[in-house]
């Protein structure tokens, strides 16, 4: 997470994070008819499970921090599969975007 304004970096969350194992033992993502259109048959991917805790992850370190409302920048990739997974885990976190 990055402070444009400031060019500074916030916080950062990945897979390889002490926390996200501590994550991933518990059931990660909601029941297939709560996901969103965006993930929906594509849930049972390990990386897009992976993507989705990372989000997860990202949202709980926000908060923590007073964060609350974000601005997502995909970066030119298409919104779908794990771009779409982790934007999701993060507002099933509790982000605002």
Excluded: C
């Excluded at 994550?23 to 390990?46: D, Q, T």
């Amino acid at each position: 997470m990055i402070d444009d304004t400031r060019s500074h970096t916030l916080l950062t969350a990945s897979s390889r994070d002490p926390e996200y194992a501590d994550l991933a033992k518990k059931p990660a993502m909601p029941k297939a008819e709560e996901l969103p259109a965006s993930i929906k048959g594509i849930a049972e991917n390990a990386k897009v499970k992976q993507a989705w805790l990372v989000g997860q992850l990202i949202a709980k370190r926000a908060k923590a921090q007073g964060i609350a409302k974000v601005v997502f920048d995909r970066g030119g990739y298409i919104y779908h599969g794990r771009v779409a997974a982790l934007a999701e885990g993060a507002r099933n976190g509790g982000l605002d975007f």
